[in-house]
């Protein structure tokens, strides 16, 4: 009887947890605020709001960190008054997270306004997101990621596809619906492979012609209609480098607001070593080669203002840590370093 007591405890305790838990009760009212649009509306009056221009987040620069302001409803309208813009703003807001004690964030576009007002009211720059991922702080660059990438959506999805008539936002952005059909769209993100590819004691990178002078990184690309993940790193490893995979493994994922909000796949590939001659397709990639342990270990202590040579040439420099594939190259290292160890 005791050991039956003991069991329905332990359930009971179980259960209680996750029913305070915080994530939990975060992401329940999330789906609330996406649901139920006089509840958002109640929320955007109290929420913080994270500013663009066409785009690009605004930071404030404090010494040599780079911060994400976040206004609230009161400081965002006041400047929206100031620039006789301050009717409807609240409608062109999307819901982009909230904090542990239920404080919504909000994100919202001011690209139709002059940008160096605002910048100037605010002390701050509106700044290209990919350069803003790389200077704040981790914990704010998902959140500017997922913010882009929704605001992108709602720009290009005004007119319904199937009937050509307006299409109408929801309060939280979860959604737009065209009334004339129907149809109800939802934000979507297109699935792309990351892949680092191994024979064994070497990784191969890669680099296209318009990445930054030196910097290679993991092999990637769209996932094609009807594929899966390991068809898709099969297919792009044979297309891209002419190698074929014996075996992957996954690794993680990460979303990526490039070019149109990305979800990367992240995998190790192995290929045979008797087999593993590159035969690199030039529409595609200006460079592929194999990297053995020690050119990694350099390769990830250098920062790209370091790697120009006297020559002009560039030493190979990887993505930051910020970026999925510099995780792929890091648990590449940490097995090869395991294995020689």
């Not at 909000?106 to 009211?121: H, P, R, Y």
């Not at 605001?151 to 929801?170: I, V």
């Not at 342990?293 to 560039?314: N, Y």
Request: proline share 5%; hydrophobic share 35%; charged share 25%.
């Amino acid at each position: 009887m005791a050991a039956v007591y003991q069991a329905l405890h332990r359930r009971v305790s179980s259960l209680a947890c996750r029913l305070h838990s915080t994530y939990v009760r975060k992401m329940r009212y999330l789906n609330q605020l996406k649901e139920d649009d006089s509840l958002c509306r109640q929320a955007q009056t109290s929420g913080t709001f994270y500013l663009f221009h066409n785009l690009s987040p605004f930071l404030q620069k404090a010494g040599k960190k780079y911060l994400v302001p976040q206004l609230s409803a009161a400081e965002t309208r006041q400047i929206l008054e100031k620039l006789q813009e301050a009717k409807g703003w609240l409608e062109k807001s999307v819901l982009i997270g909230c904090s542990d004690e239920h404080r919504p964030h909000f994100a919202l576009d001011l690209g139709a306004l002059d940008k160096s007002v605002i910048e100037s009211e605010l002390q701050g720059s509106f700044t290209d997101l990919q350069k803003a991922l790389f200077v704040v702080d981790e914990k704010d660059s998902p959140l500017l990621a997922s913010a882009q990438s929704l605001l992108r959506w709602h720009d290009s999805h005004q007119y319904c596809s199937k009937t050509g008539q307006p299409t109408e936002k929801n309060p939280a952005g979860s959604k737009r619906v065209c009334h004339a059909s129907g149809v109800t769209y939802y934000p979507q993100m297109s699935p792309v492979v990351i892949t680092l590819v191994s024979d064994g004691s070497r990784c191969l990178l890669a680099r296209q012609p318009s990445f930054p002078p030196g910097m290679f990184t993991a092999l990637s690309g769209f996932c094609d209609m009807g594929e899966n993940v390991e068809e898709a790193v099969r297919r792009e490893v044979a297309e891209e480098v002419g190698l074929e995979v014996e075996s992957l493994r996954y690794s993680a994922s990460q979303h990526w607001p490039f070019p149109r909000s990305s979800l990367m796949i992240a995998c190790h590939a192995l290929v045979g070593a008797q087999r593993a001659e590159i035969s690199m397709d030039t529409r595609e990639l200006e460079e592929a080669r194999w990297f053995g342990l020690e050119e990694i270990v350099e390769g990830l202590k250098r920062a790209p203002s370091s790697s120009k040579q006297g020559d002009g040439s560039f030493l190979p420099w990887f993505p930051p840590k910020q970026a999925i594939a510099h995780q792929l190259i890091r648990e590449w290292l940490q097995q090869q370093t395991a294995q020689t160890a």
